[in-house]
């Protein structure tokens, strides 16, 4: 598959590492050694997919003309837009084009995020009665310092859109049912400290999100009728502990099992090999999981006064 990325940041470049050799193209309007300065000056028929990793400003244009030309796209989380309805104009115009649109939302590909989808599947815990997720960074100063990223509703757009995805992985829930607990600006003009929940339907969900978590940690709890499990750390940081606690009743110590996934970030290549596999199968285009996600942080950041706490 010959693919061009556009955007050359951090995650273009990511993105174009892992591509290879089906790299046939690079795009960007300052990069000095991009291919080109803009997509339009790519001779559409030398690629058959693009790798969108722009601001989220000029997402919509640049799919739309890249659906029209009849590419696939990967374009990097979270799709978002004015109201959900232009992500359904997408979705349609994606399937009659008979090209797929993907939203990459790589940490679907970290080892035990997914070994605990599997895990739930399997009833490993029963009835699920609660998940709470912890994912914090220490970007702040890197987020002020950019004049796109340090706006709207920030660390809830950021890694909001992944906490909404793990949750999305592991249960279903109405969008509707989300709000927001705090978006406190700290240090940046957008929020870097953000609490949500959603308690009108179970599982139970809480997440905390911060860019002034000044050493990377992520941490995800699932609590269920007959045990727990417990994730401590993303193997793209260091190792990575998934423990599985079984209950023991009416109370006691539970049997415990534990794995662990040393460092090291797997979940770039699997991402790209996925939506390769799914390009050469030729699967629909399907943003239901986008739209879930445009409603549930539209309504979190509904929730509040819209402007951020100041400390």
Request: with cysteine; hydrophobic share 40%.
């Given at each position: 598959m010959?693919?061009?990325v ?6 273009g470049r990511?993105r174009?590492?892992?591509a290879?050799?089906?790299v046939?193209?690079t795009?960007d309007?300052?990069?000095?050694d ?7 000056k790519i ?7 693009a790798?969108?990793?722009?601001p989220d400003g000029v997402k919509?244009e640049?799919?739309h003309y890249?659906?029209?030309q ?5 374009v990097?989380?979270?799709?978002f837009?004015?109201?959900a309805a232009?992500i359904?104009?997408?979705q349609?115009s994606?399937?009659?084009?008979g ?6 939302y790589?940490h679907r590909?970290?080892p035990h995020?997914a070994r ?6 399997e ?7 609660r998940i709470?997720?912890?994912y914090?960074?220490?970007?702040a100063?890197?987020v002020r310092?950019?004049s796109?990223r ?5 660390v ?12 999305a ?11 927001a607990?705090s978006?406190?600006a700290?240090?940046?003009?957008a929020?870097d400290?953000a609490?949500?929940h959603?308690v009108g339907?179970s599982?139970?969900?809480f ?5 002034l978590?000044w050493?990377n940690?992520?941490r995800?709890?699932?609590i269920?009728?007959?045990g727990s ?5 993303l193997a793209?940081?260091g190792?990575?502990?998934l423990?599985?606690?079984?209950r023991?009743l ?5 049997d415990?099992?534990t794995?662990r996934?040393p460092?090291?970030d797997p979940?770039?290549?699997?991402e790209y090999?996925?939506f390769?596999?799914l ?6 285009t399907?943003l ?8 549930a942080?539209k309504?979190i950041s ?10």
């Amino acid at each position: 598959m010959r693919v061009v990325v556009v955007g050359l940041g951090i995650q273009g470049r990511k993105r174009a590492h892992f591509a290879g050799q089906d790299v046939v193209a690079t795009v960007d309007p300052v990069v000095a050694d991009a291919t080109a300065r803009d997509l339009w000056k790519i001779p559409v028929d030398s690629y058959d997919a693009a790798l969108l990793c722009v601001p989220d400003g000029v997402k919509l244009e640049l799919l739309h003309y890249l659906v029209g030309q009849r590419k696939h796209v990967l374009v990097e989380k979270p799709l978002f837009a004015a109201n959900a309805a232009e992500i359904v104009s997408l979705q349609k115009s994606a399937q009659a084009m008979g090209v797929l649109v993907y939203s990459a939302y790589n940490h679907r590909f970290e080892p035990h995020i997914a070994r605990v989808k599997q895990l739930l599947a399997e009833g490993a815990v029963g009835t699920v009665y609660r998940i709470s997720i912890y994912y914090g960074n220490g970007t702040a100063r890197l987020v002020r310092e950019s004049s796109w990223r340090d706006r709207g509703t920030g660390v809830l757009h950021d890694l909001g859109s992944h906490a909404l995805d793990v949750v999305a992985q592991w249960s279903t829930r109405p969008a509707d049912d989300y709000s927001a607990v705090s978006l406190t600006a700290y240090e940046n003009r957008a929020p870097d400290h953000a609490v949500f929940h959603a308690v009108g339907h179970s599982p139970h969900v809480f997440a905390e999100l911060s860019l002034l978590s000044w050493r990377n940690h992520f941490r995800a709890e699932v609590i269920g009728e007959s045990g727990s499990l417990h994730i401590d750390g993303l193997a793209k940081w260091g190792d990575s502990y998934l423990t599985w606690r079984r209950r023991v009743l009416p109370a006691g110590r539970p049997d415990e099992e534990t794995w662990r996934i040393p460092s090291g970030d797997p979940t770039w290549q699997a991402e790209y090999e996925h939506f390769s596999v799914l390009c050469m199968n030729h699967v629909s285009t399907d943003l239901s999981r986008d739209i879930h996600i445009h409603e549930a942080l539209k309504r979190i950041s509904a929730s509040t006064s819209q402007q951020a706490e100041r400390r």
